[in-house]
């Protein structure tokens, strides 16, 4: 197969599974293109293999014999032949290695170029290169600190506190927060012992602290032709442990000034690596309004929904047109944003008990609809949930004509939502929404720290609307046989019977 002319893209191998793979499978679909799906052994009866035209288990549970087992998704394009692989996030998203099998295999990557894979993914070439193309960064150090009085003179320069970052991380692994001098030595060995046993890369770099920031990101799309455009930023502050919770465009406290600025950043850093299709460039928004380069994400993120719903473009759909080398097909200038859109994340984890995942059996599973509300899940009843993988189980988005809209609609939709099963923060999820501090739109990265810090539910909610679910699932008990006239078929709450809660 020729690499600089593969067969036109008509199969799409979906190298994921979960939410993404049932997203990327629908947009496949509006192309009229063949999803295909991989699964794992614990993933037979997963919902994005019902998505799919064909699916194909690549191996075990673990998803390093699995969905990381790059010889068996191969194997699978070319036993379904498939034309290109879509990754999603996660997994081999952004691996270039990875990539470039694809592409040598004589499929097509959809997604940007192992260049740019590369160079993004270690996180000290990232500064360099778009330092040249005049990016701001956080001041740091421009090299890795193997030698420590090297690191104690660099560190005392930057001024305390600063932050000892793995040149081969992101996402705050191999990450130590050192306040002064005294604590410099400990920290740059656990974080270059972390980074060693994550990444099997032990080079770490130093950073000025940014004290209370907010994350912000800007998502930028480009074609093989020379077209890259913006689409606005996402707020994402309000995470724990790195995992974010709840994502916003556009950011609360967003002018049209630093978001011209940010945007152009962001396409200044994605030129340097001469990006094509979906990617994410990460800033720090600080206290004062000055926002750093973090570093950049060559994926589509879980976040993308968001910017869909303000922007009307379906980003995977872009991502599979431009990867067939298509143009974009519009410019900057054809671009506006309407309204706000928020999206909060469902976890199957439990947030009274330090938020330990709580894999197994969904019983029962009644999603949110209406105005302005989106759903991306992979959720079915009586399907289990595995513990091998993330626990997320669904996002949860609302579209409005402003903030408040938006966000009284997604309290909505949660009230709405409906599980029975797993343990989930669902009901954490509607006190993140409905507390003071987020409808004022202070939401930096302290959040959660700050206003909900030992969260307990309140009411019993949750378990009426469990209970709710459990009804409207059981089949009614069949009458005196033959066809029943579904105007005498009993309510939920008759069928409750004993269940009922006190004061619902
Ligand atoms: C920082 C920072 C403060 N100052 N860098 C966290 C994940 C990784 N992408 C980088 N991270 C941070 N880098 C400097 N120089 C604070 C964080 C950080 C953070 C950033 C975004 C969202 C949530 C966060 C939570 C803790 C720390």
Same mark, same amino acid.
């Not at 420590?148 to 930057?158: G, Q």
């Not at 469902?346 to 984890?349: G, K, N, Q, R």
């Not at 004993?498 to 004061?503: C, D, E, K, S, V």
């Given at each position: 197969m020729n690499r600089l002319h593969p067969r036109p893209v008509q199969r799409v191998l979906i190298a994921n599974r979960g939410e993404i793979a049932v997203r990327i499978a629908r947009g496949c679909r509006a192309l009229g293109l063949s999803p295909i799906a991989i699964y794992s052994e614990a993933d037979r009866q997963a919902p994005h293999v019902l998505a799919a035209d064909a699916a194909v288990c690549v191996g075990p549970a673990a998803a390093r014999e699995s969905y990381l087992d790059a010889e068996a998704i191969l194997a699978a394009a070319r036993a379904t032949h498939a034309d290109a692989v879509h990754p999603g996030y996660g997994f081999f998203s952004e691996n270039a290695g990875f990539a470039e099998a694809v592409t040598r295999a004589?499929?097509?990557w959809i997604g940007p170029s192992p260049h740019a894979i590369a160079t993004m993914g270690d996180k000290l070439g990232a500064r360099a290169t778009v330092a040249k193309?005049?990016?701001p960064l956080?001041?740091?150090?421009e090299i890795a600190v193997g030698d420590?009085?090297?690191?104690?003179? +660099?560190?005392?320069?930057?001024g305390y506190p600063i932050l000892v970052k793995a040149a081969a991380g992101g996402g705050g692994k191999g990450m130590r927060t050192v306040a002064s001098e005294s604590e410099l030595l400990d920290a740059l060995a656990a974080a270059t012992r972390e980074a060693t046993a994550a990444f099997c890369d032990g080079r770490v770099y130093l950073e000025k602290l940014v004290t209370r920031p907010r994350h912000v990101e800007v998502q930028v799309l480009g074609d093989t032709h020379g077209t890259l455009v913006h689409l606005g930023e996402r707020e994402? +502050?309000?995470q724990r442990r790195h995992q974010k919770i709840v994502e916003e465009t556009p950011c609360p406290i967003m002018t049209e000034t630093l978001r011209a600025h940010m945007t152009e950043a962001a396409l200044a850093a994605a030129r340097a690596v001469d990006y094509v299709s979906a990617g994410t460039v990460e800033f720090l928004l600080d206290e004062n309004g000055r926002f750093y380069f973090l570093e950049m994400n060559t994926r589509l993120q879980v976040e993308h929904p968001v910017t869909e719903l303000v922007w009307g473009i379906d980003l995977v759909v872009a991502q599979l047109r431009v990867a067939a080398g298509e143009r974009l097909g519009f410019a900057q200038a054809d671009l506006r944003p309407r309204g706000h859109a928020i999206e909060v994340r469902?976890?199957?984890?439990d947030p009274q008990h330090n938020f330990l995942p709580s894999a197994g059996m969904v019983y029962a599973w009644g999603e949110p609809s209406g105005p302005g509300v989106r759903v991306d899940a992979a959720v079915r009843a009586g399907v289990s949930v595995p513990v091998e993988y993330d626990p997320m189980l669904a996002k949860i988005s609302a579209w409005g004509a402003d903030r408040a809209q938006a966000t009284a609609r997604l309290a909505g939709a949660l009230s709405e939502t409906t599980i029975l099963g797993p343990t989930t923060n669902l009901a954490f999820l509607r006190d993140v929404l409905a507390h003071p501090a987020f409808a004022a739109g202070r939401t930096n990265t302290g959040f959660l720290a700050d206003h909900l810090p030992a969260w307990h539910p309140t009411g019993a909610l949750d378990l009426a609307a469990a209970v709710a679910a459990l009804a409207t699932t059981r089949p009614a008990a069949p009458r005196g046989g033959g066809d029943r006239d579904p105007r005498c078929e009993p309510t939920p709450w008759e069928t409750l019977g004993?269940?009922?809660?006190?004061?619902t």
């Open positions: 004589g499929l097509t193309a005049g990016v956080v001041p740091g150090t420590t009085n090297v690191a104690a003179r +660099s560190a005392r320069e930057l994402c +502050s309000i469902l976890y199957a984890e004993r269940w009922r809660l006190a004061g």
